[in-house]
């Protein structure tokens, strides 16, 4: 079955600083996607990525960076320059293909003005 | 856009009385999900469904059923409501082409008094 696990229950870094969430997660397959989610205070949960099992390579998208390293079965978060807005609550999440999204506890991102 | 709506964003019952939460979404999503979430716990998954009239249980279907006769609506069910049920109740939907991305509805807190 698949597990994941979020070691940082809440992190709280002063606005501008970087910071990584760290995502660790087991699954049987060979092919499996992983995905983060973040859940602002307004409760609605907003997909961030979704990352294929075969594809390893980093990616960017603006302040946000994704490092998946297979070896490792870890698929951490960074947020650059963090900003007010991005306190949330972040889910990391493997996937079997077309099969329910497992969700770890989450990690609380508080950033401080 | 996809859209998944929840019929009540708030709502109180009674103990002991039959509670309905609907969840619609507009994609064409094969699949619909309800999940929990509570505080410390994460989202965990209550019942999910692959297509209409099916189901399937997910990590904590005890006290809760399901019902999904048209593709676009999936209802969860609280047969006999309990303070134990209180909680956030998300519902989300995915599709094949959408590469199984899970949408989420913006939430039902139920509070059971």
């Known amino acids: 079955a698949q597990k994941v696990t979020q070691a940082q229950t809440e992190i709280s870094v002063v606005e501008k600083e970087d910071v990584t969430l760290d995502c660790v997660y087991e699954?049987?397959?060979?092919?499996?996607?992983l995905f983060w989610y973040k859940q602002p205070p307004s409760g609605e949960l907003v997909f961030l990525i979704r990352?294929?099992?075969?594809?390893?390579q980093n990616e960017i998208s603006g302040r946000y960076s994704w490092n998946f390293q297979k070896s490792t079965s870890s698929f951490n978060f960074t947020i650059t320059a963090s900003q007010v807005v991005d306190s949330a609550v972040y889910f990391c999440?493997?996937?079997?293909?077309?099969?329910?999204?497992?969700f770890g506890k989450g990690t609380r991102l508080s950033v401080i003005a | 856009d996809v859209k998944v709506t929840q019929s009540s964003r708030y709502l109180v019952k009674r103990t002991g009385e039959k509670v309905f939460l609907e969840c619609v979404q507009d994609?064409?999503?094969?699949?619909m999900f309800w999940y929990r979430q509570d505080p410390g716990l994460g989202l965990r998954l209550i019942y999910f469904?692959?297509?209409?009239?099916?189901?399937e249980k997910g990590d904590i279907p005890e006290g809760y059923s399901v019902s999904r006769e048209k593709k676009e609506r999936f209802s969860l069910i609280l047969e006999s409501a309990s303070t134990s049920q209180t909680s956030m109740y998300l519902c989300?939907?995915?599709?094949?082409?959408?590469?199984?991305?899970?949408?989420f509805g913006p939430g039902t807190r139920l509070t059971v008094t």
């Open positions: 989300a939907s995915s599709g094949r082409h959408t590469h199984y991305e899970q949408y």
């Open positions: 699954t049987r397959d060979t092919t499996y996607y």
């Open positions: 990352r294929n099992s075969f594809d390893e």
């Open positions: 999440a493997p996937s079997e293909g077309n099969t329910p999204l497992v």
């Open positions: 994609m064409d999503h094969e699949n």
């Open positions: 469904s692959y297509d209409v009239k099916m189901k």
